[in-house]
């Protein structure tokens, strides 16, 4: 989602004319990559070419059960065939049925989560959307706590919270009711950076108005991959407690088991009011997003945050699918958080061999950060070369960012590693 990230010649040579004569210049990953990708299996992606690249993008990570996954692809192909209902806004119907009661079946109810589900329109953003417009409508407040590096969205609402300046200034108006805090380790560990919310809320003098909320993302994906400690995010969860305050963890990008449990909050032991879910939760890449919030918080009136798309039942198909053959027990988190564990044990050991790097990120969020920021682009577009899709992240878009599908072999993983390592010793700028 950087948009600077990878990028590559100015006039994309290697696509076809249209994508410059036509297509907007707002494009940003065909220049990353530009080759025309036609076919994608599991972890890996073909051009028409019949050039084969290792995904660990994997769709900004939303697709953390691989391409075109084989169980969820039947399930999808067989729905289609019966001559299902495809488009419905929120009617009732068989694929939505299916869908809650799997989701409270297998996600809510073992996790003790007492949450109900509102289907926004199917984008991370709408999701963001509407856990902000429900937190101002329960609390009559309408300033929101947003953190250093926050990404959100790209939605004027979304935006307000959102750190990115280069993407704030695309709103063209004053982006309002938002106060960003020092997320974790802002200082570099020096300064206790939450101390600083807590003495302005106490503060007659701080000039805080009380905030609606806090929105928080356990684990800064875009951000730069900054990881919050479980102690900070507990002491978050608790100081709005005390103060009445309401908790959106946005598990847009780190949800469905990017970190390893479901919801990436499960680790700190913590229990947000609100939730938001999209990029993973369909399973397939298709567009689908959820706000989960708790019971009494749930204050909307019939239609009052409506969409056209908040009813797509493919993508309800993929994610009951999804949920059945991954969330049955523990073990589909249990190896992603081993498979974390090993990429972390191969970045460390890039970054002690180089100097000027260090490694950060939880689950299967790991990657790189680099004193010279300029290297990361440099090693992406490396890789990029020699087969390995990454991007980059981060304010100056210093960090190489892996996000491989969580279904990815060992093998695979050890082969992708290889590049990287190869790219980070081969890329000088
Ligand atoms: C990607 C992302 C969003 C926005 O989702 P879209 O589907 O692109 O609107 C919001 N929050 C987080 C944490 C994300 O990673």
Redesign the pocket.
């Known amino acids: 989602?950087s948009s600077s990230a990878v990028l590559a010649r100015p006039e994309d040579p290697d696509l076809p004319e249209v994508y410059t004569t036509v297509e907007s210049e707002v494009r940003s990953y065909c220049r990353s990559w530009p080759t025309t990708m036609a076919t994608a299996e599991g972890s890996w992606i073909t051009d028409t070419s019949g050039n084969r690249y290792l995904d660990f993008f994997a769709g900004?990570?939303a697709l953390n059960y691989g391409h075109n996954n084989p169980n969820l692809k039947t399930a999808l192909i067989d729905y289609l065939a019966g001559n299902m209902i495809v488009h419905s806004l929120d009617m009732a119907t068989v694929a939505k049925t299916a869908f809650l009661q799997t989701f409270e079946q297998l996600i809510l109810r073992p996790r003790g989560l007492d949450y109900k589900v509102q289907f926004p329109g199917p984008?991370?953003?709408?999701?963001?959307e509407a856990a902000l417009k429900l937190a101002r409508k329960v609390t009559g407040r309408e300033s929101i706590i947003n953190f250093t590096n926050?990404?959100?969205?790209?939605?004027l609402g979304?935006l307000s919270v959102t750190g990115n300046s280069m993407k704030r200034a695309g709103a063209g108006i004053p982006l309002v009711h938002a106060t960003p805090m020092p997320y974790d380790n802002y200082f570099g560990g020096i300064t206790e950076d939450f101390h600083w919310f807590e003495r302005v809320l106490d503060d007659l003098g701080g000039g805080l108005n009380h905030p609606a909320a806090v929105i928080v993302?356990t684990v800064?994906?875009?951000g730069g991959l900054n990881v919050a400690r479980i102690a900070w995010l507990q002491a978050l969860a608790e100081l709005c407690r005390r103060r009445d305050i309401l908790l959106i963890v946005?598990?847009?990008?780190?949800g469905c088991g990017r970190t390893g449990p479901f919801f990436s909050f499960e680790e700190a032991g913590i229990v947000p009011d609100i939730v938001?879910l999209?990029?993973s939760i369909s399973g397939y890449g298709l567009?689908m997003?959820l706000t989960l919030f708790r019971h009494d918080l749930d204050v909307w009136s019939p239609g009052e945050h409506n969409g056209t798309f908040r009813g797509h039942n493919p993508a309800f198909v993929t994610a009951t699918r999804a949920l059945e053959t991954y969330w049955q027990n523990a073990t589909f988190a249990e190896e992603t958080v081993t498979k974390g564990r090993h990429i972390r044990e191969r970045l460390e050991k890039i970054a002690a061999a180089t100097p000027g790097v260090s490694a950060r990120g939880r689950g299967m969020a790991q990657g790189l950060k680099f004193e010279e920021t300029s290297r990361a682009a440099a090693i992406c577009r490396v890789a990029f070369e020699r087969g390995l899709l990454m991007e980059t992240s981060g304010p100056s878009d210093e960090v190489v960012k892996l996000l491989p599908p969580l279904t990815t072999s060992e093998d695979d993983l050890d082969a992708g590693l290889g590049i990287l390592a190869e790219s980070v010793a081969a890329a000088h700028i």
């Not at 926050?150 to 939605?155: E, K, R, S």
């Not at 946005?250 to 780190?254: F, H, I, R, S």
């Open positions: 989602m900004a990570g984008t991370g953003a709408n999701a963001v926050a990404f959100h969205g790209m939605t979304a993302e800064q994906g875009e946005d598990d847009v990008q780190m938001t999209s990029k567009p997003a």
